[in-house]
C-alpha cells in the first residue's frame, strides 16, 4: 500500500480547498450574466460598457456580475445572435440590420444616405423610429433596451483603389455584414457584395478574398483595418449603430429593481459612448492618414441617384411597408428615392 499519512492529509484537503476559491470569485454574485459583442476591447462601446458593469456591480451591493466578451471571443455575430436567443449569453449589442435576419423591419433605420446627419440620427432613434423598432424586436422575445449605442456613419475603405463616384463601386469586391439590407445595397451599385461576419473581415482583406469593406471610422481604427487596407473614401453612405438585446427569461430572472439599475446604467453608458463616437470621428481621419490611409471625399450625389435609378428605395419601401416608412420618412425630414 502506497497510501500514507501524508497523502490522506493532502486528499482529504484538496476538495475544500477548491470550492474556497470558486465562492471567493466572481461567484458570490446571484447572477452571473455574460455580455458578447463584435469590438476590440479599445473600442468605446467596451470601455463604456465595462464602466456600466462595475457600476452596476456595485449599485446592486454584488448582486448582478456581468462579464464582457469583446472581439468575438463566444462567436461571430450570427453566432452569438443564437446565444442571446437561447440564453448562452444573457447580453448582446448588434447592428440593426443584422439583427433584421430576425427581426425584419430592424434593418429600416440603414437605409442608404436616409440620415443627413446626427442631428437627425438621435432624435429619431431616442424616438418615434426607435420606438418603432423596439417594438418590432420585442415581438421577436429579445428584450432591448431603450437607447441604440452609436457605430457610426459608414465609409468604405480599399486596397485597390479610391472609390471616387459611383462608377468606382461597379464590380467592386466588397464585404458587406450579413444582412439583406447591405446585400441589397451593393447590389444596386452592381458591386460583388460578400457576406462576412465580422470576425473574419480582417484575414478576408488580408489574403484579399475582398477588395475592400465599409464600416465608421472607430471600427476602421480600433480593429487597425488600416493595416490592410490603403484607401478610405468618405461616403457616409449609411448611419448604423448597435442594439443592445437581452435574453428575455435571464432578464425576468432578474428582480425589478435589479433590472432598474441595470438598464439606467447601460443607457446612459450609451449616451456617453454616442459622445465618445463622435469625438473619434472628428479626429480619427487624421490619424488614419498617419498610418498611411490615402483619403478622398466622394462625390456622394451620384451614389444617391444610382440607388434611385436601380429602384433601391422602392423596393425597400415595399418591404418595410407604408406605416413605417412614413416614420423613417418623417425621422429624416426628407422623402427618400
Ligand atoms: O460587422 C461590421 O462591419 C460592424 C462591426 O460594423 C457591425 O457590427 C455591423
Known amino acids: 500500500m502506497k497510501i500514507n499519512r501524508r497523502t490522506l492529509v493532502l486528499g482529504a484537503s484538496a476538495l475544500p480547498l477548491v470550492s474556497t476559491i470558486r465562492y471567493a470569485g466572481a461567484q458570490t454574485a446571484e447572477f452571473n450574466y455574460k455580455y458578447a459583442n463584435n469590438l476590440p476591447i479599445s473600442h468605446p462601446m467596451n470601455v463604456r460598457a465595462q464602466e456600466a458593469v462595475d457600476k452596476i456591480r456595485e449599485e446592486t451591493g454584488g448582486r448582478v456580475a456581468i462579464q464582457i466578451f469583446p472581439s468575438n471571443q463566444l462567436g461571430a455575430d450570427t453566432d452569438m445572435l443564437s446565444q442571446v436567443r437561447s440564453g448562452g449569453v444573457e447580453f448582446f449589442t448588434l447592428s440593426p440590420l443584422i439583427l433584421s435576419t430576425l427581426v425584419s423591419n430592424a434593418s429600416i433605420s440603414g437605409i442608404g444616405f436616409a440620415f443627413p446627419s446626427y442631428d437627425q440620427v438621435w432624435p429619431a432613434m431616442d424616438g418615434e423610429l426607435g420606438a418603432y423598432v423596439r417594438g418590432e424586436i420585442e415581438k421577436s422575445n429579445l428584450v432591448v433596451m431603450e437607447k441604440i449605442w452609436d457605430n457610426g456613419f459608414r465609409q468604405i475603405t480599399s486596397s485597390v483603389g479610391p472609390i471616387n463616384n459611383a462608377d468606382d463601386l461597379k464590380g467592386f469586391k466588397i464585404r458587406v455584414p450579413v444582412s439583406p439590407l447591405w446585400t441589397s445595397m451593393f447590389t444596386a451599385f452592381e458591386s460583388a457584395p460578400a457576406s462576412i461576419n465580422f470576425a473574419e473581415v480582417y484575414s478576408a482583406l488580408q489574403t484579399g478574398i475582398v477588395d475592400g469593406q465599409e464600416n465608421p471610422l472607430a471600427i476602421i481604427s480600433t480593429a487597425k483595418l488600416y493595416e490592410v487596407q490603403k484607401y478610405l473614401s468618405v461616403t457616409n453612405h449609411m448611419w448604423d449603430g448597435f442594439w443592445f438585446l ?47 490611409m490615402v483619403i478622398n471625399q466622394p462625390d456622394t450625389a451620384t451614389f444617391r441617384q444610382k440607388l434611385t435609378d436601380a429602384g433601391f428605395y422602392g423596393e425597400w419601401k415595399n418591404t418595410y411597408g407604408e406605416e413605417a416608412w412614413a416614420i423613417l420618412e418623417k425621422a429624416v425630414g426628407t422623402k427618400l428615392g
Open 246 to 292: 437581452a435574453n428575455k427569461r435571464a432578464w425576468e430572472r432578474l428582480p425589478e429593481d435589479l433590472r432598474e439599475i441595470v438598464a439606467k446604467n447601460i443607457n446612459e453608458a450609451a449616451v456617453k459612448e454616442r459622445e465618445d463616437v463622435a469625438a473619434l470621428n472628428a479626429s480619427l481621419l487624421g490619424e488614419l492618414e498617419k498610418q498611411g
